[in-house]
């Protein structure tokens, strides 16, 4: 298992500049790398093994804090966000912590979902339509960044110009053939000459990652990433705290 993971490290990182960091402590099943795929770019990359590490999307009650504030990331080997929310915290697209649905809920059609069930089999749907019994956590973003591989383009990306073809700082999550592996990325961005990353850039990054299947989630001053509870992120020029968001996904080694 180690020599695999150590093995995906190096194909993400091939043709970067950056240098992998490993989580250490508690680490069994994620491997964490910063990697550079574009000039002026700055992605932080996570592999989750869905046997070993355990996904726990926070609940409702803790909507609005800031994620190092949350009382569910205690303990988590990583943290990052996850839904688009207004201005009341309310959540974009089908959400549901630890089996526990939010309500209310806005753009459902139209809002793609990471949804895993109870042992964590997980899918991504691109056209949800209401959540599955099975579900168990559950989040939700827009647009589609892979669809069985096919990736965006700049076509794709003229389609919705503010959000998709301009750059930002990203949140992204995908899984890959086997559905075995969560992958996850996040650009920086609004640091200059760090920009952050469009669209379809993201879309590439996440391929090159071995994501078959991905899906945008909140990202601008939103995007977080804690590391044992540690931003592991720099921030937005203009935002240099952690931004108050309506929920989080955390990572948690399963005890053996």
């Known amino acids: ?20 960091a490993r989580i250490q402590a508690n680490s069994a099943g994620l491997d964490y790398a910063r990697i550079t795929p574009f000039p002026d770019s700055v992605v932080h990359a996570l592999r989750v ?41 309310q959540v974009r697209g089908i959400t549901i912590s630890d089996g526990e649905a939010w309500e209310p809920v806005f753009e459902i059609a139209r809002s793609p979902v990471l949804a895993c069930d109870a042992a964590q089999h997980c899918v991504i749907e691109l056209k949800p339509e209401k959540a599955r019994p099975e579900w168990r956590n559950v989040m939700a973003g827009t647009p589609w960044l892979l669809d069985h591989g096919r990736q965006r383009t700049a076509e794709d990306d003229a389609t919705c110009k503010n959000l998709c073809a301009m750059v930002h700082p990203r949140t992204a999550v995908g899984l890959d053939a086997s559905g075995r592996f969560l992958i996850i990325a996040l650009a920086e961005g609004r640091r200059p000459p760090v920009l952050g990353l469009s669209l379809a850039q993201m879309s590439a990054v996440m391929a090159q990652l071995g994501a078959v299947h991905a899906i945008n989630l909140d990202g601008g001053g939103s995007s977080t990433l804690l590391l044992q509870g540690r931003s592991a992120m720099e921030r937005p020029f203009n935002e240099p705290a952690l931004r108050k968001v309506a929920n989080a996904l955390h990572l948690f080694a399963v005890p053996r």
Do not use: H
């Open 1 to 20: 298992m180690r020599r695999m993971l150590l093995g995906w490290l190096v194909l993400a990182l091939a043709g970067c500049a950056s240098i992998p």
């Open 49 to 89: 093994d869905l046997q070993t590490v355990k996904l726990s999307v926070s609940p409702p009650a803790e909507r609005g804090q800031a994620i190092d504030n949350m009382p569910s990331a205690a303990g988590a080997l990583a943290s990052i966000n996850v839904s688009f929310f207004n201005k009341e915290y």
